[in-house]
C-alpha cells in the first residue's frame, strides 16, 4: 500500500466531532442561528445509531422543572454532591436552560413521563431535591435527533474518527484532521469553529469480566476528544474526579437508582438491609457501596423482590427495551428474575465522564474550552453531573455561540507540515509487516490502570503504574494493523494510553482525598480545603509533557449555609452502622 | 515481531436464510456503533467479524428481516 501526497482538504464553517447526544444539537442550534453557515456533523460510528443514547434513554437525571425545583436548589444540589469544586457559573446555565430544553424535546416528539393532569411526573432520587423525570418511552430519541439534522440540511458524515485539532498561526482552532474507518483514507476538515462531543472516556479501565468491550460506557467513546484537546493544547480539569458507576456485576448497564428509586428499588447488602439513604451517584455514595461490597456484609445487591407484581414488570418494561435492552437477555442466560432474588452488583471501572462526576476537557459556561475557536459538549466537557440534558443543553449554548464566533472569519492557512507527518503517523501500524495489535496493546494499558490508578490510590502505586506506562511510549512505533478497522483501534489505543497517563499524573497532583471513592487519596486521607479548594488542571508543556495546575474556583453565584455542605457527606444509614 | 490468531465465540449471529445483504441492504453494519459487523465475500451475507461487541442491539432491533440476534458475550455470560 502507498501513501497518497493528496490529501482532500474540505471546508466548512462549523465542524461538530461527535454526533451522539451533543453533536446533533449543537448542530442543530448553529443552523438555527445561522442557517447559511455550512455545519458538519462528523461521526466515528453512524449517527442513527451512535454515542451514549445509541438505543435511547430512560429518563431525565436532572431535570430542573418549576414547581419542583428552582435553578438555585439545582445549584446548590451539585455544589453539595460534588464537594464544592465547581464552576458555578456553568451549572447555573445549564439549569435556567434546562426546562426550555424539555420543551423543545418534547416538541419534537420525545415523550416524558406526564401525571393523571398531564403535569410532568417528577420523581425524588437526589439527596435534597426532586430532577428525576422519567421516559418510558425513550428508545426513539436517536430517530427524533436524526429528523432534526435531515431538516436542517446538516452534512453528515459518518465513519470518520477524528484524530488531531488543527490550529492556525494566531492559536486558533481550525478543523481537524480525520481517519476513515473503512478505508484508511486521511483526510482534513477546514472549518472556522470547531465543537468536540465525543463523549466520554469509557475504556480507561477493563471492566471486572476482562471483555474489553464491556465497559460501563459505549466503547466507541474511548478519550478521543480528551488526547485531542490535549495534543492541541487545550485544558483539562477534575479528571482525578474519576467515573465510577454502581452496575449489574459482569452486565456493564447502569443498576438504575433512577428507574428503580422511584418504584421502591433499593442498593441492600448481603443481608437485604440499606446502607445508604440516597442512590444518588457521588463519590460518597461509591465510597460507602465500596466499603459494603469490600466488607463482611457484601457484595452489594439490587433489592426488588419485595416489590409487587405490576411494579416489577414496569421496571422490567424501561429496562428491558431503553438505553441497555440486552440486560433481560443476561438475566434470562443466569435465570435471574427481580422477583425471585436480589441481583447482584458491582462497582465499574474508572473513566472519565462529566454526565456522571466532573472529569473532562475544561469549558465555561459558554461552553469554551481554553483554545479560541474550540468548544466542547456533553460528557467530554467539565461541566458537572450533566447527563442526557446537560449535553443537549450545552451542545445548544456550544452551538449558538459557534455560530456567533465564525462571523466574519475567513479560512485558516493549513499547516501543512504538520498534516503530511500526523497523517504518516496515523497511517504507520498500517505500513508494518508485523508488530504488536492494538487488542494487547489496549488491554496492557487498561489492565496497568486496573492494577496502579484505580483508587484506593496510592503514591507508590502510582509510581510504578506511571513508569510502566510511559515504557509503553516504546511500543507505539510497532503497532501493527492488518486492515482499517485495526487501524482505527491502533489509534483508538493511542488516545486511551494518553487518558490513562492523564489519569495518573491529575491524581498523583492533587494531595488530599475528596468526592468520596473517586479520589480516595490513602497517602492524604482527609479532605483538605485550605490548600485544595481549587480545580486541577491538566496540561501539555511547550516541551509535550503533561503538567497541572490549581485554577481557583469561581466566586459562587449561589451562596450555600454550612449545614447544606455537609449534607452527602452523611449518606450511611445510622443502623446498618 | 512474529503474530498468531486466536479463535473466539462471537455474540451477534447473522442467519443467512433471513438476511438479504446480497440484495443490497446494509442496515446491521450501518449502525453498529463499533463497525465489527461486515459482508461474508463468499455468502454475500452480513457476520460479526470482529470480537468487539457492546451487545447494544441496534442491529437486531434495525434488521428489516429480523435476521440478527445478539446474544450476550461468553465472558460475562
Excluded at chain 1, 26 to 33: D, G, P, T
Excluded at chain 1, 177 to 194: C, F, N, Q
Excluded at chain 1, 393 to 398: E, K, L, P, S, T
Excluded at chain 2, 31 to 55: H, Q, R, T
Aim: charged letters at 25%; glycine letters at 8%; a negative charge.
Amino acid at each position: 500500500m502507498t501513501i497518497s501526497d493528496d490529501i482532500p482538504v474540505q471546508d466548512i464553517d462549523i465542524l461538530i466531532i461527535g454526533g451522539g447526544t451533543a453533536g446533533p444539537m449543537a448542530a442543530v442550534a448553529a443552523k438555527e442561528q445561522n442557517p447559511d453557515a455550512s455545519v458538519m456533523l462528523l461521526e466515528k460510528a453512524n449517527v442513527k445509531r451512535s454515542g451514549a443514547i445509541s438505543m435511547g434513554m430512560d429518563g431525565l437525571n436532572n431535570a430542573v422543572v418549576p414547581g419542583h425545583s428552582t435553578p438555585e436548589d439545582y445549584v446548590k444540589e451539585i455544589t453539595i454532591a460534588n464537594d464544592g469544586i465547581v464552576l458555578q457559573k456553568g451549572v447555573k446555565v445549564y439549569a435556567d436552560r434546562s426546562f426550555e430544553m424539555i420543551q423543545k424535546l418534547d416538541s419534537w416528539g420525545v415523550y416524558f413521563q406526564k401525571d393523571e393532569t398531564g403535569e410532568y411526573d417528577m420523581k425524588k432520587v437526589h439527596h435534597l431535591g426532586t430532577y428525576v423525570l422519567p421516559m418510558p418511552e425513550g428508545h426513539n430519541i436517536k430517530k427524533i435527533l436524526y429528523r432534526r439534522l435531515r431538516r436542517h440540511r446538516v452534512k453528515v458524515e459518518n465513519r470518520y474518527q477524528a484524530i488531531r485539532i488543527l490550529k492556525d498561526n494566531e492559536g486558533n482552532a481550525c478543523g481537524c484532521i480525520a481517519l476513515g474507518t473503512r478505508d484508511a483514507d486521511v483526510i482534513v476538515l477546514r472549518a472556522k469553529a470547531v465543537i468536540m462531543c465525543t463523549g466520554a472516556a469509557g475504556r480507561i479501565g477493563l471492566p471486572a469480566s476482562g471483555y474489553l468491550y464491556g465497559t460501563y460506557e459505549n466503547p466507541s467513546n474511548c478519550g478521543d476528544g480528551h488526547s485531542m484537546a490535549f495534543h492541541v493544547g487545550a485544558e483539562l480539569t477534575g479528571l482525578e474526579c474519576y467515573q465510577i458507576n454502581p452496575l449489574l456485576k459482569d452486565y456493564n448497564g447502569p443498576a438504575c437508582a433512577y428507574v428503580t428509586g422511584p418504584l421502591g428499588g433499593y442498593t441492600a447488602n448481603a443481608h437485604g438491609d440499606r446502607f445508604i439513604e440516597c442512590d444518588y451517584w457521588s463519590g460518597q455514595m461509591m465510597m460507602e457501596f465500596y466499603n459494603e461490597l469490600q466488607g463482611g456484609k457484601g457484595p452489594v445487591f439490587l433489592k426488588l423482590d419485595h416489590l409487587a407484581e405490576e411494579t416489577i414488570q414496569e421496571i422490567e418494561h424501561v429496562l428491558h427495551t431503553n438505553e441497555r435492552p440486552s440486560r433481560g437477555r443476561f438475566h434470562d442466560g443466569r435465570g435471574v428474575n427481580y422477583r425471585q432474588k436480589m441481583v447482584e452488583m458491582h462497582i465499574s471501572e474508572i473513566g472519565f465522564c462529566a454526565g456522571h462526576s466532573a472529569s473532562g476537557v475544561w469549558i465555561n459556561e459558554k461552553g469554551e474550552t481554553t483554545i479560541p475557536g474550540l468548544y466542547g459538549a456533553g460528557d467530554m466537557a467539565s461541566i458537572p453531573h450533566s447527563y442526557m440534558l446537560g449535553a443537549f443543553v450545552y451542545g445548544q449554548i456550544c452551538g449558538e455561540n459557534a455560530a456567533q464566533f465564525i462571523e466574519g472569519k475567513e479560512p485558516a492557512e493549513l499547516d501543512m507540515a504538520f498534516i503530511t507527518s500526523e497523517r504518516d503517523r496515523i497511517l504507520a501500524p498500517l505500513m508494518r509487516k508485523d508488530g504488536i495489535p492494538p487488542s494487547q496493546f489496549e488491554y496492557k494499558a487498561r489492565r496497568l490502570v486496573n492494577d496502579y490508578l484505580q483508587p484506593p490510590k496510592v503514591t507508590k502505586k502510582m509510581d510504578i503504574g506511571l513508569q510502566r506506562l510511559k515504557a509503553m511510549e516504546e511500543d507505539i512505533p510497532h503497532l501493527y494493523a492488518r486492515d482499517a478497522h485495526e487501524l482505527l483501534r491502533a489509534n483508538e489505543a493511542q488516545h486511551i494510553f494518553d487518558c490513562a497517563k492523564m489519569a495518573a499524573v491529575a491524581s498523583q497532583y492533587r494531595q488530599e482525598s475528596r468526592w468520596g471513592l473517586y479520589h480516595n487519596y490513602v497517602d492524604y486521607p482527609e479532605t483538605n480545603n485550605d490548600d485544595w479548594f481549587c480545580h486541577v488542571q491538566l496540561y501539555k508543556t511547550d516541551e509535550g509533557d503533561m503538567a497541572c495546575k490549581k485554577r481557583p474556583i469561581d466566586p459562587y453565584v449561589v451562596q450555600l449555609d454550612d449545614a447544606e455542605k455537609n449534607a452527602y457527606q452523611q449518606l450511611r444509614v445510622q443502623a446498618a452502622g | 515481531m512474529p503474530t498468531a490468531s486466536q479463535i473466539s465465540m462471537v455474540p451477534v449471529i447473522v442467519d443467512e436464510e433471513k438476511c438479504i445483504a446480497e440484495k443490497g441492504c446494509r442496515t446491521c453494519i450501518d449502525v453498529c456503533p463499533l463497525d465489527v459487523l461486515w459482508i461474508n465475500e463468499e455468502s454475500g451475507k452480513a457476520f460479526m467479524k470482529y470480537d468487539e461487541c457492546w451487545y447494544c442491539m441496534p442491529c437486531e432491533a434495525d434488521c428489516p428481516t429480523d435476521a440478527v440476534t445478539v446474544n450476550i458475550p461468553y465472558l460475562l455470560r
